[in-house]
């Protein structure tokens, strides 16, 4: 079995920061790409920011600049640094990572179970 845990959600005023973090558990054999979705309400889920096991990374055109992904693969762990937040970044965050796990030959995506972000003063 294979999970992701997420946690660092909250809520945080216009200009301020939070940092996700999401961590991998279970029998691993080897993490490929990690990423970070977010949905707001009424909207269709968007990639926010991915980072392969090579540190190759990219984002999303509205958060490019203001937040940063990165990973310690030593602790199956990425996180997603956000600065300088807006109210348009108040969404549902979701981790994604596509895992071998020890028994199987292929990658399976798994998902985190969300956490709430919400930017208001």
């Known amino acids: 079995q294979v999970h992701l845990v997420e946690s660092g959600g909250g809520l945080v005023q216009p200009g301020g920061s939070l940092r996700l973090s999401c961590a991998a558990s279970g029998s691993i054999f080897s993490i490929n790409r990690m990423g970070w979705y977010r949905q707001a309400p009424g909207k269709q889920r968007e990639l926010v920011a991915a980072?392969?096991?090579?540190?190759?990374?990219n984002y999303s055109d509205s958060v490019r600049g203001r937040f940063t992904i990165s990973r310690d693969s030593a602790k199956n762990t990425a996180y997603l640094q956000m600065n300088n937040l807006i109210p348009e970044d108040t969404a549902v965050y979701s981790c994604n990572a596509n895992i071998r796990p020890r028994d199987k030959v292929y990658d399976y995506s798994y998902w985190g179970q969300g956490a709430q972000v919400t930017v208001s003063s």
């Open positions: 980072i392969t096991s090579d540190g190759s990374t």
